[in-house]
T-cell receptor, first 111, second 116 residues
Framework: KQEVTQIPAALSVPEGENLVLNCSFT??????LQWFRQDPGKGLTSLLL?????REQTSGRLNASLDKSSGRSTLYIAASQPGDSATYLC??????????FGKGTKLSVIP | DTEVTQTPKHLVMGMTNKKSLKCEQH?????MYWYKQKAKKPPELMFV???????INESVPSRFSPECPNSSLLNLHLHALQPEDSALYLC???????????????FGPGTRLTVL
């Protein structure tokens, strides 16, 4: 069974810090890797999508990388803000529309 | 516009009720999805429609019945649910590259379902 693991499960940082969230997956036959943000009780907001042929994607203060050979992706958040506090989910995409989610990293940015 | 809308936002129903969840998108996406998310757990795929045809059913009990009446609408009909079906039900859509290939999935805000 395909597994997606996110470490750490929770992270608390002071405002302004740069931080890295980690995601690992067991099957290197990946189609794409998607990072989402979820606020409590809300739906998911798509942050970045990396196709299997790409190594990284950037959007504003966010940068996501993909290393298929090691089965890892990282989400880098620069100059964190309290508004970044949320749960961040990574999801591994496979064929046949399959998207397998990790359990998420709950981020708290302290003012 | 990358919006997926879902109604209702909250739903409370008894085990003998019949209700429906509705999802709508106007991005021209031809793949639409239903996910179920229990508290503090990641979303789990239930159904996928590709070009209005049911493409994937992840062994979901028959008390959940999906319907895709047109390319913009996706419904989930609920009947004789159990308390353990209480969860956040999320709808998503994406461009469909055909043969199971797809692009960024955009999610709606979800319907919080409570079964008494």
């Amino acid at each position: 069974k395909q597994e997606v693991t996110q470490i750490p499960a929770a992270l608390s940082v002071p405002e302004g810090e740069n931080l890295v969230l980690n995601c690992s997956f067991t099957d290197s036959a990946i189609y794409n890797l998607q990072w989402f943000r979820q606020d409590p009780g809300k739906g998911l907001t798509s942050l970045l999508l990396i196709q299997s042929s790409q190594r990284e994607q950037t959007s504003g203060r966010l940068n996501a990388s993909l290393d298929k050979s090691s089965g890892r992706s990282t989400l880098y958040i620069a100059a964190s803000q309290p508004g970044d506090s949320a749960t961040y989910l990574c999801a591994r995409g496979a064929g046949s529309y399959q998207l397998t989610f990790g359990k998420g990293t709950k981020l708290s940015v302290i003012p | 516009d990358t919006e997926v809308t879902q109604t209702p936002k909250h739903l409370v129903m008894g085990m003998t009720n019949k209700k429906s969840l509705k999802c709508e998108q106007h991005m021209g996406h031809r793949a639409m999805y239903w996910y179920k998310q229990k508290a503090k757990k990641p979303p789990e795929l239930m159904f996928v429609y590709s070009y209005e045809k049911l493409s994937i059913n992840e062994s979901v009990p028959s008390r959940f019945s999906p319907e895709c009446p047109n390319s913009s609408l996706l419904n989930l009909h609920l009947h004789a649910l159990q308390p353990e079906d209480s969860a956040l039900y999320l709808c998503a859509s994406s461009q469909d590259g055909g043969r199971g290939f797809w692009y960024t999935q955009y999610f709606g805000p979800g319907t919080r379902l409570t079964v008494l």
